[in-house]
């Protein structure tokens, strides 16, 4: 089915969608207006707003969308307690810290989709990872996702994005991208490339495993940056976590 992507025909369009986006809603450093205005002025055909455990961000912008041109799906980057879950197409929020297959479980109870981020990056909080810096889990996350995220464009090292570009033909699972921006500059670095112009168009695509990831890393600055930040972040949560304990 990808390899007739190569040529958009007129019968078929394909266009670009951004699938992994943070706002200050949780960790990111644009607005919701500043983002929508920055894509407005890009290339990108549908965006996901996903911020950190909260759809505050995205529920606004779906509100201000038509503002600025923009298609937004209403996604999360769910904290489950064995790593992070974009969940897209909610209407209401996930609440972090609970298993993964619960949290699966009430996103189908809202027809929405699951996709794995940077399932083998060895510092983010990673579902094929069983800690940070920790060695590669078992695989029966696999089970519970409608797609991998096989092109992040925030990874400290490309092979990460490439393991994950492995596991998820291996497993017949629909590969996508993502910027997983926190900064303007970075948006759209990463994206999916998908048959449509629409976010239902996408969300079909995603179903019958007819998207592609593309894109190119944020570079080195911006990844060590935004690793040392996601680092004493977790820090914080731990230290937190045990004064509370």
């Known amino acids: 089915m990808l390899a007739a992507m190569g040529r958009p025909t007129m019968e078929m369009l394909y266009s670009k969608a951004d699938l992994h986006l943070h706002t200050t809603a949780s960790d990111g450093s644009a607005t ?9 002025n890009s290339d990108l055909q549908v965006i996901a707003i996903t911020d950190h455990d909260t759809l505050a961000g995205a529920l606004e ?4 969308a038509k503002d600025f041109g923009v298609e937004v799906i209403v996604g999360e980057e769910v904290s489950t307690r064995e790593g992070h879950l974009l969940v897209l197409f909610l209407e209401h929020e996930l609440p972090p810290g609970r298993p993964l297959v ?3 479980a009430a996103a189908r109870a809202q027809n929405a989709l ?3 981020p940077h399932p083998f990056d060895f510092l983010m909080h990673s579902v ?16 519970h996702v409608d797609a991998i995220e096989t092109f992040n464009a925030g990874m400290w090292l490309p092979q990460a994005n490439t393991q994950a570009a492995r596991f998820a033909a291996a497993r017949g699972l629909p590969a996508v991208g993502g910027s997983d921006s926190h900064h303007l500059p970075t948006v759209g670095r990463g994206y999916t490339i998908f048959p449509g112009r ?3 168009d996408l969300r079909r695509a995603i179903l019958h495993g007819e998207t592609r990831a593309a894109g190119e890393r944020w570079g080195i600055l911006r990844v060590a940056e935004a690793s040392m930040l996601y680092l004493q972040q977790s820090l914080n949560g731990h230290l937190a976590t045990a004064e509370r304990g």
């Open 32 to 40: 919701v207006r500043q983002l929508l205005a920055h894509v407005a």
């Open 61 to 64: 912008a779906r509100r201000l």
């Open 102 to 104: 619960e949290t699966v």
């Open 114 to 116: 699951v996709i794995a």
């Open 128 to 143: 094929g990872r069983t800690r940070i810096l920790g060695p590669c889990a078992s695989s029966a996350w696999a089970d």
């Open 198 to 200: 629409t976010a239902d």
